[in-house]
């Protein structure tokens, strides 16, 4: 974009925020290339690795440790397998340093509560390396879809993706997570240089509309976080009222939160907080990037915050705790409320902007109305109806249901005592009825999951209508709100048939599964597999029967179905290359 198109209103407010000398670097900055970036995958390949790889020539970011630049013009990083294997993910510079600052490590319950389109969100779940909890929840349904694909794409299994107001999530969660992340919804002004459509919504909705809504997300942040517990509060804006001042306001209403300095000397270039020490701020004038804010915040050992719900948390100790309120009890990691929970779970991935089935396999809405387990829609924007028909959250098990609930529990003790952990005895399997599949229907489940390196504890395994789920350690019975994925979907059940997703294939490592063909990274038969075309063996690749894991340079694709010397593809149609 053209300086001299700013707004007068704009570049008034930024020439007083910076002063004349360095608001003139400011704007010399507009005449200049904004350098794009991409994030190598943790999870998957050191950076190392894919710079040694990839055919391009990448520089390093200098304070993001999997970060490279490249050029535009000479690269196409998303047209390559590499990109489809999920070794890493495009993602502006400047926008890799909230999930790079945020102190998160394996173990920790991680929310990123603005998350979509998921570059942050796969950031923080490369850096969990599968242990632990990160629930990532967009408001809006579509773009939780995209969230959950790029999620996915990345081979994260320990997520819960949700759609939900931040105050529906306070009301399930509070005092629950150790780090949070908070990039809220902005004027954009940081990003003016690289897209001059952000111009005109900023002419729309400025930070006048913007802070008041930044300030209710992170206030419902802050009561979501455990005592002790970090936030990482982050805009791409320069507005002082949406940066700064949004801080202040948290800190004037949390008594027990503190501002935890940002070291700017991490980031060449940055500078601090404008009238509030500790924040960090990111110009396109002083460093290889565009414009952002970080404010990292932490809660004070011992202290409740505000409105951290009705009962705020109850035990804390011996591994027990308590989602309290009337809402959801939560005890030794198991949620009370047998069908209180309305899953948003496909059967399937979901595509770019397909529709997601609920647990009843009917299809959620455009406008993102979750289906109840019931079969009944959640209003729009709504609270989820439960099995019974309330509100979600208000169904507290009672003590008849909590002596059903010892007996169910000590049958399936009873059953796995005979056996190893047959599939129908897993505890987040549905009640039978006329859509679960019957434990003769599981014999080829269990016995694909024995051909697993992966370790498939079965206690957290969900056998559904709709797909085989799982589910991360402490979720084994989630909430009632609006989710898109609950855990790992491996796969479904058909007539008795066992069909492995695309997710299960991105979580999986090469030498993981005993039957695969690995096709060099610039074999053409690469790219024809991505596009969904049957594949031919060549002489001493085959033959090959049954499920079959396609990798690209040793790192996992998808599936196909092996037929002697031929692949019939089973690649996930919303995800082909085109």
Known sequence: MRAELLPAAFADSMRALLGDEEYTSYIRSFGEDWKPGLRANGLKIRPEQLKAMLPWQLEPVPWVETGFYYDADQARPSRHPAYYAGLYYLQEPSAMTPGE??????????????????????QLGARLLGEGLL???DISNSRARALLKNLELAGIPNICVTSESPERLSQVFPLFFDKILVDAPCSGEGMFRRDGEMVKDWALKGPAYYAPLQREILAAAVTMLRPGGTILYSTCTFSREEDEGTVEYVLSRFPDLELKPLDTGLVPGACGGIGLDGCMRLFPHRIKGEGHFLALLRKKSGGESGTAGDGGLEAESAGEESWDGGRAAYSAGRLAGDG??????????????????????????????ATSSTGRLAGDGGPAECSAG?????????????????????AEARETAKGRGAVRNFPGQAKKGRNTPAAADTGELEAFLEQLSLPVPRERLSVRPEGVYLLPAGMEQPPSLRFLRTGLLLGELKKGRF??????????????????????????????YLKGETIALAEGEGPVKGWCLVCAGGYPLGWAKGAGPVLKNKYYPGWRWM
């Open 101 to 122: 600052l945020l102190p998160v490590k394996p173990g920790d319950r991680v929310l990123d509560l603005c998350a979509a389109p998921g570059g942050k969100s796969t």
């Open 135 to 137: 629930v990532s929840n």
């Open 340 to 369: 209180a929970r309305t899953e948003c779970s496909t059967g399937r991935l979901a595509g770019d902007g397909g529709p997601a089935e609920c647990s009843a396999g009917r299809l959620a809405g455009d406008g993102g109305r």
């Open 390 to 410: 309330k509100v979600a959250g208000d169904n507290v098990r009672t003590g008849t249901e909590d002596l059903r609930g010892r007996r169910r529990e000590k």
């Open 499 to 528: 069909e492995p997703s695309q997710a299960l294939a991105m979580v999986l490592k090469k030498e993981q599964y005993p039957v695969t063909v690995d096709f060099p990274m610039e074999d053409e038969r690469a790219v024809r």
